[in-house]
């Protein structure tokens, strides 16, 4: 089946920094989304992404749908203590799945930040 | 509006015990979905439903079944738990794209 590579699996950052992270796969996605995950919660969606180079902002957050529809970039600048948690990258095929199409997902980038 | 919510909160059962998850979303949504997350696993599909009337497995449906009551509602349920199924249930809704998820129910089975 489709599978989503994301890395880092996890990272500690100083607070003020940049963060990085990125998903991949070896099947092309229709549509690429975000999500941030607080420990006990459920995923909030923080940005999707509909068209190849797509590149869309939400306040500090900056996420890209790569040019190959085979990755996508999430950036966090100026990082601060409440952006801790998991963030997942899932992708869209609307051709897997039936007409439906459902939401593959990568196993998470857990974020610690120091502050 | 509530978005997406799910009881209970937290359940413990014994082995071959029976249950229901509940998920009621009042987002209009046409679709709805139940995932189970496990450490390490990310987020992984039991059954959607695209429509009311309509349900499809997803790829762990194994030991589950689902009904979607009416739009607003899909239920989750377990006939005969087993410690396999310890993990953490997500509903969620939404379109052919976004979707958005409940606050989730931490299942134990001993």
């Known amino acids: 089946g489709q599978q989503l590579n994301q890395s880092p699996q996890s990272m500690f950052i100083q607070e003020g920094e940049d963060v990085s992270m990125n998903c991949t796969s070896s099947?092309?996605?229709?549509?690429w989304l975000w999500y941030k995950q607080d420990p006990g919660e459920g995923p909030v969606l923080l940005i999707a992404?509909?068209?190849?180079?797509e590149l869309t902002s939400n306040g500090r957050l900056t996420a890209q749908f790569g040019i190959t529809r085979k990755d996508s970039f999430l950036n966090i600048s100026a990082s601060i203590p409440s952006d801790v948690g998991i963030y997942f990258c899932?992708?869209?095929?609307?051709?897997?799945?039936?007409?439906?199409?459902?939401?593959?997902f990568g196993k998470g980038t857990k974020l610690s930040v120091k502050p | 509006n509530a978005g997406v919510t799910q009881t209970p909160k937290f359940q413990v059962l014994k082995t071959g015990q029976s249950m229901t998850l509940q998920c009621a979303q009042d987002?209009?949504?046409?679709?709805m979905y139940w995932y189970r997350q496990d450490p390490g696993m990310g987020l992984r599909l039991i059954y959607y439903?695209?429509?009311?009337?309509?349900?499809d497995k997803g790829e762990v449906p194994n030991g589950y079944n689902v009904s979607r009551l009416n739009k607003r509602e899909f239920s989750l349920r377990l006939e005969s738990a087993a410690p396999s199924q310890t993990s953490v249930y997500f509903c969620?809704?939404?379109?052919?794209?976004?979707?958005?998820f409940g606050p989730g129910t931490r299942l134990t089975v001993t």
């Open positions: 969620a809704s939404g379109g052919v794209g976004e979707q958005y």
């Open positions: 099947s092309i996605f229709n549509t």
């Open positions: 992404l509909y068209k190849a180079g």
């Open positions: 899932a992708g869209l095929n609307r051709n897997y799945g039936g007409s439906q199409g459902n939401l593959i």
């Open positions: 987002m209009n949504h046409n679709s």
């Open positions: 439903s695209a429509s009311e009337g309509t349900t």
